[in-house]
């Protein structure tokens, strides 16, 4: 393994873990490398390993803070990607990484990112279509335009 330079060199990181890294957070709108460094610092937490670690170490840390911030209303199966639509819809990576490393997170933010969470859909179901009826009548359908083309003002076609 080769340090990676903008991890701190307690933790190793392969090339290839560091940019998945990177990848996984850009999802979460973070762009500057600081912050990028910051967060695989954070996400590696002294660990280093394959690529395929490194995200899954990354995923877990997220969905502890995700679950530590939405609280337990919004756990559950994709709470990652329901948290990561809030936390875009807040940009909340316009606050740096800090705001992810740091242990406590500002109130304001925790009221926002809960009010942005995206309402789950419910599961899609198969069902059959009632039947519908289509009743004709020509000869009523030719009265009623002779009726009302008489009067002023309406259209035949009704």
């Known amino acids: ?28 709108g973070f762009t500057s490398e600081a912050d990028l460094s910051a967060l695989a610092a954070w996400a590696l937490d002294g660990h ?6 490194g995200v899954s170490l990354a995923r877990a840390r ?15 199966p994709g709470l990652l990607a329901r948290g990561r639509a809030a936390f875009v819809l807040c940009d909340g990576a316009s606050r740096g990484a800090k705001l992810l490393t740091r242990t406590s997170v500002p109130e304001d933010f925790v009221r926002a990112v809960r009010m942005a969470v995206p309402v789950p859909a419910p599961a899609q179901l198969s069902s059959v279509m009632p039947e519908q009826r289509l009743s004709l ?22």
Request: some cysteine.
């Open 137 to 158: 009548w020509p000869f009523g359908d030719l009265l009623r335009r002779v009726w009302r083309g008489d009067s002023p003002g309406v259209s035949i076609s009704r």
């Open 1 to 28: 393994m080769s340090p990676c330079p903008s991890v701190p060199t307690t933790s190793w990181a392969l090339p290839a873990s560091r940019s998945a890294l990177d990848a996984f957070f850009r999802g979460f």
């Open 62 to 76: 997220m969905e502890a803070w995700l679950s530590s911030v939405l609280g337990a209303e919004h756990t559950g």
């Open 48 to 53: 280093g390993g394959s690529q395929q670690a």
